[in-house]
Each structure stands twice: as structure tokens, then as C-alpha cells.
Nanobody, 124 residues
Framework: QVQLVESGGGLVQAGDSLRLSCAAS????????MGWFRQAPGKEREFVAA????????SYADSVKGRFTISRNNAKNTVYLQMNSLKPEDTAVYYC?????????????????WGQGTLVTVSS
């Protein structure tokens, strides 16, 4: 099973940009669809973005559409989340997820593996 480690979180100001990375172990990274989720204090985990195995198709939550971009580099076993124009409401722990089915991640929030999360704090 793939193992995931996120990095790149931190404290930024509103309007700033941040790029999260998720490094995956194993040789089967390219067989997984990948996603990013987040959980704000006192709230349930929510879907942020997903990307197909080949990277050709992506989907986003309405709250981040136009500001966040998910991408992947299968040669480096890494998926990224570029976050621009950050807002205080983007403050959350961000989790990387891997799944054999893109629809499970994008539509149901179900994944086969999860990372430990990285904290993003956006100050106003």
C-alpha cells in the first residue's frame, strides 16, 4: 500500500501563496488517483481537489476553484497543491489521499491511503 507524507504547510497572510507537496512511497504511485482534503478546527473534513492517474483530469471544490491547482509528477511520486490568493477560511490541516478509483476520491471522499496532514494557517 502506498504511504503518503505531506509538506509545505505554514503560516501565511491573506493573499499569499503556498505550495503543498505530498511524497508517496512505493512503485505504484502512477496507478493511484490522488486528492487533497482539509479539515478546519471544529469542522468535518472536506474535499479540496483531485487528479486522475495521468494528471489529465482534475476537479475542485467550488470554494477553491480558480485559486488552487492540483498537479502531479509521476516520475517523482509526488502530488502538489498550489494555493494562491489564500483566505483566512482556508486555514485547516491539509491531507493528501490516494485511491485506486478517481470517482471514489472526487465524489465520495473515500481513499485507500491518507497522509498525516500539514497545517496551513492564513492570517487576516
Amino acid at each position: 500500500q502506498v504511504q503518503l507524507v505531506e509538506s509545505g504547510g505554514g503560516l501565511v497572510q491573506a493573499g499569499d501563496s503556498l505550495r503543498l507537496s505530498c511524497a508517496a512511497s512505493g512503485r505504484t504511485f502512477s496507478t493511484y488517483a490522488m486528492g487533497w482534503f482539509r479539515q478546519a478546527p471544529g469542522k468535518e473534513r472536506e474535499f479540496v481537489a483531485a487528479i486522475r492517474r495521468s494528471g489529465g483530469i482534475t476537479s475542485y471544490a467550488d470554494s477553491v476553484k480558480g485559486r488552487f491547482t492540483i498537479s502531479r509528477n509521476n516520475a517523482k511520486n509526488t502530488v502538489y497543491l498550489q494555493m494562491n490568493s489564500l483566505k483566512p477560511e482556508d486555514t485547516a490541516v491539509y491531507y493528501c489521499a490516494a485511491g485506486l478509483r478517481y470517482s471514489a476520491i472526487a465524489d465520495k471522499g473515500a481513499a485507500d491511503a491518507w497522509g498525516q496532514g500539514t497545517l496551513v494557517t492564513v492570517s487576516s
